[in-house]
Each structure stands twice: as C-alpha cells, then as structure tokens.
C-alpha cells in the first residue's frame, strides 16, 4: 500500500520525514515558511499518521524503499531523526534519486556503544519497547518530554508536539515496536563516508536523543557535508527554533540551485 503524501507549495522539490510516533502533521508550524519558495511534500511513515494500514518492514532498506518510492526524483529529503536514518539509507540505496541530503537531529546509530558514546543507553530504548505494551500513549509522552527537555523553550514545543501527536489518529502499535527495533539495530557509521549528495547536518545543543556529537561526527564522515549547530535546542529545533533552522535550510537549498550564493531571508 502506498504511503500518505502531501504536497503544498511550488519551486524545488522538498521532501520532509518525520520521526517515531510521529507523522507529517509534526511540521505543521514550518510550512508556512516553506512553500513560498519550495513545493513541500511531507510523508506519513509507515504505521504512522495516514499511513498507519501500511506496515512498517522489518529493515532499514525496506523502509527506505516504501518512501523512496513515494518521493519525486531529485527532492532534497529533510530528516528527522528516525527519518533521517532512513534519509541516510535512501541516499546510499538510490542517490540518483536524491537532490541533497538535510538530516536534522539525527544519528547513524541511536544506541550507545564501547566506541560510539553519542547516543542513548540499550537500556532506555528498552524502556521505551517495554511501555509500548504496557501503555503505548503514556510511552509516547514521555518520549515527547524527552525530545525538549533542556531546550529554552521546552514548554512551548513539548505543548506543540502533544497537541499533534494523535491528530492523525493512533498508530498502529506493532509498527511503532517495529520502529523501534530499526533504532536499535540501525548502524550506518561505516557506509555514511560512501554519501555521494550533498548534506548538511542539523543538531541540537541539548538533545538528548541524538546527541550532537553524533551529528558533527556524521557530518564529519560524509564527504563535503556541512554541519549546523543551533545551541540551545533540543531534539525538535524546527519547532523550538524555527527562524534559525529554516535560515539553515534556505542557505542549504539556495548553495543548490543556480540562485545567487547568499541565503534568500525566510521569514
């Protein structure tokens, strides 16, 4: 089954995923600032949102196919955390289909390990598998409190992101554990240096789910890629700070076009 797609707005073409639990309605407050000058499409991933009828695979690569399949040829795809994972994996299957690569607050691998200090413990994302059986919307608030926490405007995103999470209705719960599964297993450390698109990395100066070490470290290791820190966010910057990461993207999409070199001011 074909996955939910919208598209608004007109100019180059700007495909948005959204992260886990989530859905395309997440990026509600930043397309008013976007299709003025890009046609926006924005995805419901599988078993989320409109899509929640279509399953969510059981690897990164099938996933990556289903929106892969969805998306125009040469979109730049913005990726939000588990999206921009399945962004990576979609750049390494099939880069001729991508114009660029933006990948905001997110990381090859969500899971901490000996040589990988840049992500959350085993054990909380356990935590997260063990809730989604027991009481899946209580498990999905905290995780939404966790995205914000230690940004300066916490109260105002957290009240933002709990305000759209069930307004396109209840995922389905075996597609979120299924997501879950593709956080803990998913590691693209090693392939991310085979990027071939251009990319800029977006981090938050407090996520605490994606750390931005995480982000530099990717954006270190794919070749060209460029990195943008924006303080003091969390893991949510295009809602927290929307001005700066819509400016970071503006720059990123104009450095792509035969437009002049200078950002185009996004208001």
Known sequence: MALHVESLGSGPDLLLVHGWGLHGGVWDTLI??????????????????????????ATLAEAARLVSDAAPAGAVWLGWSLGGLLALRAALDRPGKLRGLILCNTTPRFVAAADWPHAMPPTQ???????????????LQRFLSLQVRGDEAARA????????LFIRGEPDTVSLA???????????RAESQAISVPTLVIAGGYDRLTPPGA??????????????????????PFISHAYEFVQAVAGFMDGLSAAPACARKVP
Do not use: C, W
Not at 125 to 139: H, I, K, M, N, P
Not at 157 to 164: N, V
């Open 32 to 57: 008013p600032k976007l299709t003025p000058h890009y046609r926006v499409m924005r995805v419901d991933l599988p078993g989320h949102g409109l899509s929640r009828r279509t399953p969510m695979p």
């Open 125 to 139: 994302l356990q935590e997260f598998a063990v809730g989604l059986r027991e009481d899946y919307r209580e498990t």
């Open 157 to 164: 995103s957290l009240r933002e992101l709990r305000e759209a």
């Open 178 to 188: 299924a997501g879950l599964e593709l956080l803990r297993n998913g590691d693209l």
């Open 215 to 236: 982000g530099k470290v990717l954006a270190e290791r794919i070749p060209g890629a460029k990195f943008k820190l924006i303080p003091k966010s969390a893991h949510a």
